[in-house]
């Protein structure tokens, strides 16, 4: 099942181990944790189905601290398994990129 695009709003639950390692006394939520958050959405929906092959495009704008919302977008690109990814929170953007999925087994993750 495709879908062409599909948003969320999260909230960053302060107890998430996501915020444990990155940093005492000052947590932020790693850039890995926001690309698993779009992942997971893909995944749902029933769009992101196979491996993720590749990332490319992919900027971190702000940091995320503990009990931010974030809402994410993702839309389908005009090519098949790539999808354009947003997060933002309030009226600022946190991560953009695009994401690409194959069925095949190996990942790779492009600059």
Same mark, same amino acid.
């Given at each position: 099942m495709e879908v062409s695009e599909t948003t969320v709003s999260v909230i960053t639950e302060g107890n998430s181990p996501w915020f444990s390692g990155h940093f005492p006394n000052n947590p932020i939520l790693p850039g890995i944790a926001q690309l698993k958050m779009v992942v997971d959405l893909l995944r749902k929906s029933g769009a992101g189905d196979g491996c993720m092959a590749g990332l490319s495009r992919v900027k971190f704008r702000k940091i995320v601290r503990p009990e931010e919302q974030l809402d994410i977008?993702?839309?389908?690109? $005009?090519?098949? +398994?790539?999808?354009?990814?947003?997060? $933002?929170?309030? +009226?600022?953007?946190?991560?953009?990129?695009k994401m690409q999925f194959t069925q095949n087994k190996k990942t790779r993750i492009h600059e």
């Open positions: 977008q993702v839309r389908c690109d $005009t090519t098949k +398994n790539h999808f354009i990814f947003k997060i $933002t929170s309030g +009226n600022e953007d946190v991560c953009s990129g």
